[in-house]
């Protein structure tokens, strides 16, 4: 009778005994420790390090940070930055909010276009994106002939705050509008139908009803562009000018020119606060997790709207359809430029040749760039997902008291502007002998990657039945076979999801290559970013197309699949 009783008790009710639970505890600790030791040295250290510089560098003292205020352009860059870092944010939202609501509007279909119209610029490369930018807002681009019968043909974008922040609003639009739609989708459609019924104008139902409950979503996009924008590197690099410099592109100069680890700390410090202050406020307002969203993953389907279609007027249709084409225009731009014959950015083409593409594949620089590109993004994804997915099991197991912090420890380098990042890990590595060398790019890769997949794998756990181990150790199963045989076939999907994540994380990213690159360590963003400020070289075009694939391509494929897992879950 014991055995006959205590058999069902653990699906049931899922709760090890004492001792069970501390060896679960223990094993958790264990099994976060790879992950923990590998921040901490590759991350935590570094950023420890380089406080220290910002107040001993050149001298012991608040020398740096005094001179951030007193020397009259830290400040006034500094003030550009965040200037344009809320405008960016402002014009973003005036764009996502009425595209997210009309996703909510529409049926099944015509939604899934409107998601994957987001997501299509979301997984395509920032660089690729930025370089079409620059193609468009050139002197004589396609802008420029827009505004040409409105008399404004000769306003010169390219080198102006203005086409930074054209550039960096379209870039960011996927980051508002994901987390608008995700409050949205769960707003009970009948709440604001039901104001009308009691009197209100469908203006004023709208505005005291649907706008409040929408507003975590509001105030967890706005803060977390803000807080990318803060950050950014490539953007005005490549489209601004030293007359118009933001914080990032001042710090890069401090740091690898003037070698001015102080200056360029202190600096990096101011940025980090503003970002937490920013970051703190937004999670008091918003109640979640904001910098989750930088994961990319879709936004959680919804309760309510999400099967339920409305009307939609003609002025949010016209509105829907104009930040489409926003969305989806650099990619447009990219792939036909890819296949021109001129020496120069034009577009449209004026005529046609597969001669970037034969100089991509031909090239040594190109084709060192690829290889390198790929070896540094595999072996990223590898450890990355390696370390990320033992660091999920290891929270699941942890006390709730100590699962936030850690948790919170383990997604901090996607906290951190990127450019400070960028600088933390130069600044180390320098003194270590890494720069300049693909395992100093890989480390520096995988401690950015590693948040993708802890978050990533963590969501597949919470989704699994937690009985299930339980249930196949009452049977007899033993830790290795359960395992095997239960666990990880259910986590896979997640495992994948992580491993992909890394994979497009390392293979897009610019900052940190840029800062370690040396001759033999050069990646193809890199490569790419070097053709457009170093030389001319239109090859970049169709990089650009090569890196949409590269990028795209594994997104989708996972995608694919976990559609197909899901309907075979479903039979």
């Known amino acids: 009778m014991a055995v006959s ?6 699906p049931t009710t899922g709760r090890p005994g004492p001792g069970r639970a501390g060896r679960a505890r223990s094993s958790g600790w264990r ?27 050149p001298e012991t003292g608040l020398g740096n940070y005094a001179s951030l205020f007193t020397d009259g352009y830290t400040i006034r860059v500094l003030g550009r930055t965040l200037l344009i870092a809320l405008i960016v944010s402002v014009i973003g939202l005036l764009l996502a909010y009425p ?39 050139q002197d004589g681009g396609v802008v420029q002939d827009l505004l040409r019968p409105f008399g404004l043909g000769d306003v010169r974008l390219l080198g102006t705050s203005l086409a930074v922040g054209i550039s960096m609003t379209q870039v960011l639009l996927p980051f508002l509008v994901l987390p608008m739609y995700s409050a949205m989708s769960q707003i009970d459609s009948s709440l604001v139908a039901a104001g009308q019924s009691l009197g209100a104008p469908r203006a004023r139902a709208f505005r005291r009803i649907y706008l409040p409950l929408s507003a975590p979503g509001v105030v ?4 977390l562009v803000f807080v990318l924008s803060l950050g950014f590197y490539v953007t005005p690099a490549l489209l601004g000018s030293n007359r118009n410099a933001m914080i990032a592109q001042v710090i890069n100069v401090r740091a690898k020119e003037l070698l001015d680890f102080g200056g360029a700390g202190a600096m990096g410090m101011l940025l980090l606060v503003v970002t937490l202050v920013v970051l703190g406020l937004s999670r008091r307002l918003a109640g979640q997790n904001v910098a989750v969203t930088v994961a990319g993953g879709q936004p959680a389907r919804a309760g309510s709207t ?8 003609p002025w949010l249709r016209i509105h829907t359809t104009v930040v489409a084409i926003i969305l989806v225009a ?18 449209p083409p004026d005529g046609w040749s597969l001669r970037w593409y034969e100089n991509l594949f031909t090239s040594p620089e190109w084709t060192a760039a690829i290889l390198n590109t790929l070896q540094v993004g595999i072996y990223t994804a590898v450890i990355a997902t390696v370390l990320g997915t033992m660091a999920a099991f290891g929270l699941a197991r942890l006390r709730p008291r100590w699962r936030g912090a850690v948790n919170g420890f383990l997604l901090s380098p996607m906290i951190v502007p990127h450019i400070l990042v960028a600088l933390v890990v130069f600044s180390a590595f320098l003194r270590l002998g890494l720069n300049g060398t693909l395992i100093g790019i890989i480390l520096a890769h995988t ?30 199963a033993g830790p290795v076979s359960t395992l095997r045989r239960v666990t990880l076939p259910l986590v896979l999907p997640g495992v994948l999801s992580g491993a992909v994540l890394a994979f497009v994380t390392s293979l897009d990213e610019v900052v940190i290559a840029l800062f370690l690159q040396a001759p033999g360590a050069v990646t193809l963003p890199v490569q790419m970013f ?32 976990g559609v197909r897992r899901g309907k075979r879950g479903t039979r």
């Open 330 to 347: 650099p990619t447009l731009v990219v792939i036909p430029m890819s296949f021109s014959s001129a020496q120069t950015f034009r577009f």
């Open 99 to 137: 595209y997210a609501y009309a996703m909510t509007l529409v049926g099944p279909t015509m939604r899934g276009v409107l998601i994957t119209v987001v997501l299509v610029p979301f997984w395509t490369s920032m660089l690729a994106r930025n370089f079409a930018w620059l193609v468009l807002l």
């Open 220 to 223: 967890a996009g706005m803060s």
């Open 447 to 476: 401690a950015l990657a590693l948040p993708f997949v802890v978050i990533a794998v963590t969501a597949r756990l919470q989704g699994m039945d937690a009985r299930l181990p339980g249930v196949a150790a009452s049977l007899g």
């Open 530 to 561: 070097n053709s457009v400020t170093i030389q001319i070289d239109p090859t970049i075009s169709a990089a650009s197309s090569l890196m949409v694939v590269l990028v795209s391509v594994p997104i989708l494929l996972a995608q694919i699949v």
């Open 5 to 10: 009783t205590a058999t069902p008790e653990a």
């Open 31 to 57: 099994l976060l420790a790879p992950a923990l030791i590998a921040l901490a040295l590759l991350f935590v250290l570094p950023l420890a390090t380089l406080v220290v510089d910002s107040f001993t560098e």
């Open 306 to 313: 999400s099967d339920r279609t409305a009307p939609v007027r």
